[in-house]
């Protein structure tokens, strides 16, 4: 009896082995990976540059992130003058938009209405923040934090407008 114990012990792990291997080969016949658009630095500088632009004409100057997909710094601007706090504020708004692909004010406007679970979700709920889309596709996010949210979201939105249609206007 003690020696069918082991042997059925192996036969059973041989077993649960190889429906294991069926079940992963299975999955070889479909990709793992995929490839997406991301901002490049220099997406990240045309950001920074129309965001600049528009607080001269809007002479509401404010600290300028620009982040990639997945809510990383690829560009920032501070201008002097601008107050420290804008620092954390800017990144906050620009890493929220990309995360959530939607304009940071949305969430803003969630928690305004009664959603306050946004609140201890870890994104900034703040106005501000703008997703970055090429062809439809999130590749990054821009977020400005000034003296007035309501032309933090108008210097953001333009920016994020400038990239696009510099890359359109690249594309053919």
Do not use: W
């Amino acid at each position: 009896m003690r020696k069918l114990i082991p042997v059925f012990a192996t036969r059973l792990c041989l077993g649960v082995f190889a429906v294991s291997a069926m079940t992963f080969s299975a999955h070889a016949a479909t990709p793992l990976t995929t490839t997406y658009p991301v901002l490049t630095n220099e997406g990240a500088q045309v950001a920074v540059q129309a965001a600049e632009h528009m607080m001269a004409a809007l002479k509401a100057p404010g600290a300028i992130a620009v982040v990639d997909t997945t809510g990383n710094l690829l560009a920032f601007e501070r201008p002097d003058g601008v107050r420290v706090g804008s620092i954390d504020l800017a990144i906050g708004k620009a890493r929220s938009a990309a995360l959530l692909q939607r304009p940071s004010e949305q969430l803003e406007d969630n928690v305004n209405k009664g959603r306050t679970a946004f609140v201890t979700a870890g994104f900034l709920s703040l106005r501000g923040g703008m997703p970055v889309r090429v062809n439809g596709q999130v590749v990054g996010a821009i977020g400005i934090a000034g003296m007035n949210s309501e032309n933090d979201a108008k210097i953001a939105l333009a920016a994020a407008q400038q990239v696009e249609a510099d890359s359109e206007a690249a594309s053919h």
